[in-house]
């Protein structure tokens, strides 16, 4: 049964995953770096030598008792290189590799052709729906779904082989890699579901129900690794009360889930199945500045389809594709419902649709094979179509992301490296440069931790502190010096410090993204810098502004300005939006004026009728007089005197009402000549 699947399967399905991989990596290098909880981890493992676990009575336990070898893929990173990211670009190689070669399998299993098996596992890998998998901070998700993928292709394998041998092997080898993988990242527990549902596509419910019968004894020992993950879930949840688990539900896991079941419509299949593909196309047409490399690659994937080829006879019946389709909906189902445990995680693009991935793929891979049965070539040009678009959207990722590094979380690490004092147990950072609030501190990734694992030192604590009073919608505190003692005020509390015992660091307006540290104890392995984007850059016309808002439903890209909240997303109508959240933001942005007089346009959400009244608005210091169009278009003439060449500032003076928490809802800014 599985003899035509083992015969040369790494010559024609593991050549296109290394290929896959290669087209990816080419044009970055190894220059992407962490962000975010990379941070964290890195400091960790040097705080605590051979820290790899968080079982009880390891570091995090109590936060992540239930995915006690989440560090784990970082751990094995470090090892490779600690004072690089490099090998944190080669877990993530494996994990994308061991994604597609596994969902090449399963894709021979269901479809018995190279062609389809091949497609299938490269939608496993780039299926575009999910935003983040491209980054370090789901390192160890991408290796869970990884390992789960590589688990149900030889689970499958397992249940279907001829020698008893083979069967034994495939599921020992199986239980391994699912076992690991829901212990790295607990929520892909509920992909256990897709051997069975595979099964079921392939053979129906009454040739499974023979299969059941004839291979109980394989399919009970398959059973052992689900059983015991979900005996030590319950276990981190009901007894070592998971701190994350615990905390993330609205009114308990299932009921949440149940309670969130529109969301399958809403977020899920709205994602998978329109707007990931509409996005793509979006980037491959609007976002694209030079199409070489995408030719390129273009050409490559229908070489690699076409070519291999093997002029399979279909004698899959209509309904077999109808059960395809409906078990690649139920697998993506499997995959995305652990999310909907909380309500906020629906507005999320980022990891959320990684292990829904397999299931649509197949879905996806059902409807074109079943379109094109009899016409094999074609059948492969529509695939390589799906599956350049979504190569498309992972290198529009990687882009995006080692953009992110090198202009601002490379700088900002560097520059607080070079200042850093070990001798003094606590850092702040008082940041002026309009990068440093949002999103948590996400682009500079983590202040506490970053300057000092770059450095290999373990210092105190660190903060990042702003001119305006804690927000829950925000994570800078706020520093004042009092006599000879430091108050930091931030949502997790009040703290002081003995003047004597910290440093105060200063970033300024004039934050230099080319800027590289003198200490030699930290190797950035490559060189890329955005102007060797393919992609159209935000700023390629600098004579004019523009900044869209993103959030979590895409990017988490910011407009640099202080006193503004994370990136929001709206559901009903899937747009994107930031607020104000302290009387005064600001936005500021490089400027190339042309000596013309200018527009302002601020696109919001609405108006609230206290800015309407009260709001002034300035740029550089001088008044704008302004008024709002069309219910929702903030708009003002802007005269060539008040702009400058290089850095500019617009300010929003009164913009959220007193006693409220923020304000003003913007969408989309832009500044460019009158046309007039």
Same mark, same amino acid.
């Given at each position: 049964?599985?003899e035509?699947?083992?015969?040369?399967?790494? !010559?024609?399905?593991?050549?296109?995953?290394?290929?896959?991989v @290669?087209?990816?990596?080419?044009?970055?290098?190894?220059?992407?770096?962490?962000?975010?909880?990379?941070?964290?981890?890195?400091?960790?493992?040097?705080?605590?030598?051979?820290?790899?676990?968080s079982?009880?009575?390891?570091?995090?336990?109590?936060?992540?008792?239930?995915?006690?070898?989440?560090?784990?893929?970082?751990?094995?990173?470090?090892?490779?290189?600690?004072?690089?990211?490099?090998g944190?670009?080669?877990?993530l190689?494996?994990?994308?590799?061991?994604?597609?070669?596994?969902?090449?399998?399963?894709?021979?299993?269901?479809?018995?052709?190279? #062609?389809?098996?091949?497609? $299938?596992?490269?939608?496993?890998?780039?299926?575009?729906?999910? =935003?983040?998998?491209?980054?370090?901070?789901?390192?160890?998700?991408?290796?869970?779904?990884?390992?789960?993928? &590589?688990?149900?292709?030889?689970?499958?394998?397992?249940?279907?082989?001829?020698?008893?041998?083979?069967?034994?092997?495939? @599921?020992?080898?199986s239980?391994?890699?699912?076992?690991?993988?829901?212990?790295?990242y607990?929520?892909?527990? #509920?992909?256990?579901?897709?051997p069975?549902?595979?099964?079921?596509?392939?053979?129906?419910?009454?040739?499974?129900?023979?299969?059941?019968?004839?291979?109980?004894?394989?399919?009970?020992?398959?059973?052992?690794?689900?059983?015991?993950?979900?005996a030590?879930?319950?276990?981190?949840?009901?007894?070592?009360?998971?701190?994350?688990?615990?905390s993330?539900?609205?009114?308990?896991?299932?009921?949440?889930?149940?309670?969130?079941?529109?969301?399958l419509?809403?977020?899920?299949?709205?994602?998978?199945?329109?707007?990931?593909?509409?996005?793509?196309?979006?980037? $491959?047409v609007?976002? =694209?500045?030079?199409?070489?490399?995408?030719?390129?690659?273009?050409?490559?994937?229908?070489?690699?389809?076409?070519?291999?080829?093997?002029?399979?006879?279909?004698?899959?019946?209509?309904?077999?594709?109808?059960?395809?389709?409906?078990?690649?909906?139920?697998?993506?189902?499997?995959?995305?419902?652990?999310?909907?445990?909380?309500e906020?995680?629906?507005?999320?693009?980022?990891?959320?649709?990684?292990?829904?991935?397999?299931?649509?793929?197949?879905?996806?891979m059902?409807?074109?094979?079943?379109?094109?049965?009899k016409?094999?070539?074609?059948?492969?040009?529509?695939?390589?179509?799906f599956?350049? &678009?979504?190569?498309v959207?992972?290198?529009?990722?990687?882009?995006?992301?080692?953009?992110?590094?090198?202009?601002?979380?490379?700088p900002?690490?560097?520059?607080m490296?070079?200042?850093?004092?070990?001798?003094?147990?606590?850092?702040?950072?008082?940041?002026?440069?309009?990068?440093?609030?949002?999103?948590?501190?996400?682009?500079?990734?983590?202040i506490?931790?970053?300057?000092?694992?770059?450095?290999?030192?373990?210092?105190?604590?660190?903060?990042?502190? #702003?001119?305006?009073?804690?927000?829950? &919608?925000?994570?800078?505190?706020?520093?004042k010096?009092?006599?000879?003692?430091?108050?930091?005020?931030?949502?997790?509390?009040?703290?002081?410090?003995?003047?004597?015992?910290v440093?105060?660091?200063?970033?300024?307006?004039?934050?230099?993204?080319?800027?590289?540290? #003198?200490h030699?104890?930290?190797?950035?392995?490559?060189?890329?810098?955005?102007?060797?984007?393919?992609?159209?850059? !935000? =700023?390629?016309?600098?004579?004019?502004?523009?900044?869209?808002?993103?959030?979590?439903?895409?990017?988490?890209?910011?407009c640099?300005?202080?006193?503004?909240?994370?990136?929001?997303?709206?559901?009903?109508?899937?747009? !994107?939006?930031?607020?104000?959240?302290?009387?005064?933001?600001?936005?500021?942005?490089?400027?190339?004026?042309?000596?013309?007089?200018?527009?302002?346009?601020?696109? =919001? $959400?609405?108006?609230?009728?206290?800015?309407?009244?009260n709001m002034?608005?300035l @740029?550089?210091?001088?008044?704008?007089?302004?008024?709002?169009?069309?219910?929702?278009?903030?708009?003002?003439?802007?005269p060539?005197?008040?702009?400058k060449?290089g850095?500019?500032?617009?300010?929003?003076?009164?913009?959220?009402?007193?006693g409220?928490?923020?304000?003003?809802?913007?969408t989309?800014?832009?500044?460019a000549?009158?046309?007039?």
């Open positions: 049964m599985t035509g699947l083992t015969k040369r399967f790494f !010559n024609w399905a593991g050549i296109p995953a290394v290929l896959c @290669i087209a990816l990596w080419y044009q970055f290098g190894f220059t992407l770096g962490g962000m975010i909880e990379e941070w964290d981890f890195l400091w960790m493992m040097n705080a605590v030598p051979h820290f790899w676990n079982f009880p009575g390891n570091p995090m336990s109590a936060q992540f008792a239930a995915r006690p070898l989440q560090v784990t893929p970082f751990a094995i990173a470090r090892a490779v290189d600690a004072h690089s990211f490099l944190f670009h080669v877990v190689m494996i994990a994308c590799f061991l994604r597609i070669v596994a969902g090449a399998s399963i894709g021979f299993f269901l479809f018995r052709s190279r #062609t389809y098996a091949i497609a $299938l596992g490269l939608l496993f890998f780039v299926f575009p729906a999910d =935003t983040q998998q491209m980054t370090f901070r789901t390192l160890n998700i991408s290796m869970s779904i990884g390992l789960m993928t &590589l688990g149900v292709a030889l689970a499958i394998r397992g249940i279907v082989a001829s020698s008893k041998t083979r069967r034994t092997i495939s @599921i020992i080898l239980g391994v890699a699912s076992i690991v993988a829901v212990l790295i607990e929520p892909a527990i #509920t992909l256990y579901a897709l069975l549902l595979f099964l079921f596509g392939r053979y129906g419910l009454r040739k499974l129900l023979l299969v059941r019968r004839r291979r109980r004894s394989i399919i009970g020992l398959w059973a052992v690794a689900p059983l015991l993950n979900a030590y879930l319950a276990y981190s949840l009901v007894v070592l009360k998971s701190g994350y688990q615990m993330v539900s609205q009114r308990g896991m299932l009921r949440s889930i149940i309670e969130n079941r529109r969301y419509w809403k977020s899920a299949a709205y994602r998978s199945f329109y707007e990931a593909w509409t996005s793509s196309l979006d980037i $491959l609007h976002q =694209t500045a030079r199409y070489g490399y995408l030719v390129v690659v273009a050409v490559g994937v229908v070489i690699v389809l076409v070519g291999v080829s093997d002029r399979t006879r279909h004698d899959a019946t209509v309904s077999r594709f109808a059960r395809y389709v409906v078990v690649g909906l139920l697998a993506s189902i499997a995959g995305y419902s652990p999310f909907m445990v909380s906020g995680h629906m507005n999320v693009t980022q990891r959320t649709f990684m292990a829904a991935a397999p299931g649509s793929s197949v879905a996806v059902a409807i074109i094979a079943f379109a094109c049965r016409k094999d070539v074609a059948g492969a040009l529509i695939a390589a179509i599956v350049f &678009l979504g190569l959207a992972q290198l529009y990722q990687f882009d995006t992301y080692t953009r992110l590094y090198v202009s601002v979380t490379r900002y690490m560097s520059m490296a070079d200042m850093l004092d070990p001798a003094k147990n606590v850092h702040l950072v008082r940041d002026t440069t309009g990068i440093g609030g949002y999103f948590n501190g996400m682009y500079i990734s983590k506490r931790t970053g300057a000092a694992d770059r450095l290999g030192l373990i210092t105190g604590p660190s903060a990042l502190c #702003t001119d305006s009073p804690p927000s829950p &919608l925000m994570s800078p505190a706020s520093c010096l009092e006599g000879d003692v430091w108050t930091v005020d931030s949502i997790d509390g009040v703290s002081r410090y003995a003047a004597k015992n440093q105060l660091m200063k970033m300024g307006d004039n934050f230099d993204e080319n800027y590289r540290s #003198t030699r104890g930290w190797n950035d392995r490559a060189s890329f810098t955005p102007a060797q984007s393919i992609f159209k850059p !935000n =700023t390629a016309d600098q004579t004019r502004y523009t900044c869209l808002a993103d959030s979590d439903w895409g990017y988490s890209r910011f640099r300005g202080e006193r503004w909240s994370n990136g929001m997303h709206r559901m009903d109508d899937h747009k !994107n939006y930031f607020m104000a959240i302290a009387p005064n933001p600001t936005l500021q942005f490089d400027l190339k004026p042309t000596g013309k007089n200018y527009q302002l346009s601020i696109q =919001t $959400l609405g108006v609230d009728p206290y800015a309407a009244r002034e608005l @740029i550089n210091g001088m008044p704008l007089k302004w008024s709002v169009q069309r219910d929702f278009f903030i708009e003002a003439d802007v060539s005197r008040a702009l060449n850095l500019n500032k617009i300010e929003f003076q009164r913009a959220v009402a007193p409220a928490a923020a304000g003003l809802p913007v989309k800014v832009s500044l000549e009158s046309a007039e």
